[in-house]
């Protein structure tokens, strides 16, 4: 039996529900389905993958993503952004993605937003994010091996907190902006009122949107809660770029993370966990 993740919380926005609308049962199977099939793709093992169980609108009710009532269902904001029925005021509810030349906004060269179902809209700002930086080759004996200058389970890692974290209250977009020397993911809203960001550091973290982080959670595009950060900024140190960056203020919340060129010899690119042996010698 699935076990909810997350303890119940009448201050989530994200349960708000929805009175004068009702879901039927074809789009609630929908929306199961599709939660199905992205939690399998996210399995990291063949085992895994043949244990995962279904959802159904008991857990949808569970996490606050649908209301009960009177034998029908009301939807909730949660189930608008999990179905990217993003109607006021839920029409910031999406990823601006920004490339930019130099260290600052200056020199603009591609823009868009990532838009829909709110973890289909994690996938394309990945897509965004490869695309946008370096990738280089590694000739290992008689085979190629590619790496990226960053860890791109982080960056989705610091990318999906944004999204189940922000504050969906405060208008505009997450911005995520590729600079030529970081990469920036700054979530609306700032800090929750009872965090501050030695506790965040620190793993002390806790959801700000309840129903989202149960559906995420489920979907295997968070692990749970106070630990993202730790995972991402290990990981990013081992990559050789130092500790992330924070910048806090009351209306956003910004990580960043640095860039660098790639260290290269005789074979390619050197992996990037190991620059640092590599130019001790």
Known sequence: MIQQPFPDSRLSWD??????????????????????????ALCREDAQRRDQERVAARQLVQWGNLAEDQGGYHPTYAWKLLTGVLDPPLQDACIQLSLYKGKDDSILIQRKKAQGPIYQQIED???FVAW???CGSRVQGAYRVDYYELPLDSVQEL???????????????IQLSVYGDRLDISSPGGLCPDRTIEQLTAGGSRPRNFAIAGAFQYMHIIQGTGGGLLRADAEIRRYGLGELAYRVSDTAFTVSIRRRPFTM????VVPPWEVAAYEAK
């Open 265 to 268: 010899d005789l074979h390619g």
């Open 125 to 127: 700002a990945m897509d």
């Open 15 to 40: 349960k708000t529900l929805i009175p004068e609308e009702w879901v039927s049962p074809a789009e609630i199977e929908a929306l199961c389905e599709q939660m199905y099939q992205h939690a399998c």
């Open 132 to 134: 946008s930086i370096n």
């Open 159 to 173: 990318l999906s907190n944004a999204v189940c974290h922000r504050s969906y209250e405060v208008p505009g977009p």
